[in-house]
Nanobody, 128 residues
């Protein structure tokens, strides 16, 4: 069972950048599919970005495409979410999620029910 520890986040002005980190305990993240989700006050949790276990494919919500990038550093066993050109609508609690799988089911990456393991969450606040 993997444990996910998030870091990063904070307060930033609109147009600025932040990087979120999601560090995992053993085993290596190379056997996991990863996702980033966010939840704003009064709203449902929504998909932000996903990464297949091979790291060959990435997926993004339309609202963040071209601004956010999900990546993985195998040496650090960490997944990142680089967020650029932040907007006030990006304000939310952000969560990383993981699922160990032998077979990539990329069609399910966008669904929070696909992931059994979750980070503790980190707040991102974008001031306009």
């Amino acid at each position: 069972q993997v444990q996910l520890v998030q870091s990063g986040g904070g307060l930033v002005q609109a147009g600025g950048s932040l990087r979120l980190s999601c560090a995992a305990s053993s085993p290596a993240l190379t056997i996991y599919e990863m996702g980033w989700f966010r939840q704003a006050p009064g709203k449902e949790r929504e998909f932000v970005a996903g990464l297949t276990r091979s790291a060959d494919y990435t997926y993004y919500a339309d609202s963040v495409k071209g601004r956010f990038t999900i990546s993985r550093d195998n040496a650090k066993n960490t997944v990142y979410l680089q967020m650029n050109r932040l907007e006030s609508e990006d304000t939310a609690a952000y969560y990383c999620a993981a699922r160990s799988t032998a077979l990539s089911l990329s069609s399910l990456l966008k669904h929070d029910y696909y992931y059994p393991f979750w980070g503790q969450g980190t707040q991102v606040t974008v001031s306009s």
